[in-house]
T-cell receptor, first 112, second 114 residues
């Protein structure tokens, strides 16, 4: 079983729609959680960190449920520029040091 | 831009050859991590260097090796290349190792093994 699993996607939504991505992680010792965004043929870029209390950054809201080992990302009022792959990322200290464990990513296409 | 640079941007090699990829970390960052991203997959952790010492390693064979230099730049070396080594290789730098430390990624090196 992969350590971080995401919705398979792709998600095709019209501009202005609300879309939600879900992610589960297997290791309860995981310490920190992130969403990264990756545009086609580019490097991943940090979108936001995810905290137990939930956090919001403009149109983006991230939630963490440690008991269920579940992370979510909600995008409201989708823009064409939101089209990208969204990577759920978990960081835990292990024999791998402070390695980021990435999900496979979920592709989002926002259409006019 | 993150200030993390990688070279070369693209590379084509044949099976059995050796390759060296280079990364310059963001100014002030002493930690560099390397990741392999195959097509359609998320990045997979290879190893991390902190102050010139290996600080953790993922599930990659010993033919993947690395170095970090006193200026905190880093190299990834892959020996005896296999077709499955074709991927985007990303390096990421952070201020220090740690759970909440943001890792800033470079643009990557695309390696094709024929």
């Amino acid at each position: 079983r992969k350590e971080v699993e995401q919705d398979p996607g792709p998600f095709n939504v019209p501009e202005g729609a609300t879309v939600a991505f879900n992610c589960t992680y297997s290791n309860s010792a995981s310490q920190s959680f992130f969403w990264y965004r990756q545009d086609c043929r580019k490097e991943p870029k940090l979108l936001m960190s995810v905290y137990s209390s939930g956090n919001e950054d403009g149109r983006f809201t991230a939630q963490l449920n440690r008991a269920s080992q579940y992370i979510s990302l909600l995008i409201r009022d989708s823009k064409l520029s939101d089209s990208a792959t969204y990577l759920c990322v978990v960081n835990m200290n292990s024999n791998s040091g402070y390695a980021l464990n990435f999900g496979k990513g979920t592709s989002l296409l926002v259409t006019p | 831009e993150t200030g993390v640079t990688q070279s070369p941007t693209h590379l084509i090699k044949t099976r059995g050859q050796q390759v060296t990829l280079r990364c310059s970390s963001q100014s002030g960052h002493n930690t560099v991590s390397w990741y392999q991203q195959a097509l359609g997959q998320g990045p997979q952790f290879i190893f991390q260097y902190y102050r010139e010492e290996e600080n953790g390693r993922g599930n990659f064979p010993p033919r993947f090796s690395g170095l970090q230099f006193p200026n905190y730049s880093s190299e990834l070396n892959v020996n005896a290349l296999e077709l499955d080594d074709s991927a985007l290789y990303l390096c990421a730098s952070s201020l220090v190792p740690g759970f909440q430390e943001t890792q800033y990624f470079g643009p990557g090196t695309r390696l094709l093994v024929l």
